[in-house]
């Protein structure tokens, strides 16, 4: 075997083996800033949503989720190739089902004892999430009345 047949193997010596990214920490930030700012689209959404139909507000709220699935999903990927772990199909499943579940079980499994503070951050994001979501809620809620005001000259 000539040494560029052989697989490059991830370890500290090489943390850049074949097919990884150069920097999974960077991405990992990126999708967890993008929660952030799709949950404020989403909190933006809903009262334009309703104002449209009381059906359209589950559609957001359901088109809005899946896509945050999305993200967490690829963070638990980027994070588990990072610690060379293999997310087994039960633990992928119970990221859409049992997402509550699933968090806090990753980071025992991969990070031990050290575990606590990724969880304790996690519950800080999800609060961000809230907090971003009732801030896009406000100022959606808000463009039905600027709208008026700029249809009726008062704007």
Do not use: H
Not at 50 to 63: A, D, K, P, R
Not at 109 to 138: D, M, Q, V
């Amino acid at each position: 075997m000539q040494e560029s047949e052989i697989p490059k193997i991830i370890s500290p010596e090489n943390p850049q083996a074949e097919g990884t990214s150069p920097n999974p920490l960077r991405k990992k930030r990126m999708a967890l800033v993008a929660l952030v700012f799709l949950y404020y689209g989403m909190g933006f959404c809903i009262p334009l949503a309703t104002s449209v139909g009381q059906g359209m507000e589950m559609m957001v709220q359901l088109i809005f989720s899946l896509i945050a699935q999305v993200f967490i999903i690829y963070w638990f990927i980027v994070d588990a190739q990072e610690r060379n772990y293999t997310i087994s199909k039960a633990l992928f499943l119970m990221l859409f089902a049992l997402s509550f579940l699933a968090i806090p079980y990753y980071f025992i499994k991969t990070r031990g004892k050290k575990a606590l503070a990724p969880i304790l951050f996690c519950l800080l994001l999800l609060l961000a999430f809230g907090s971003s979501e009732a801030l896009g809620k406000w100022v959606g809620g808000q463009m039905p009345t600027i709208f008026a005001r700029i249809r009726n000259g008062k704007g």
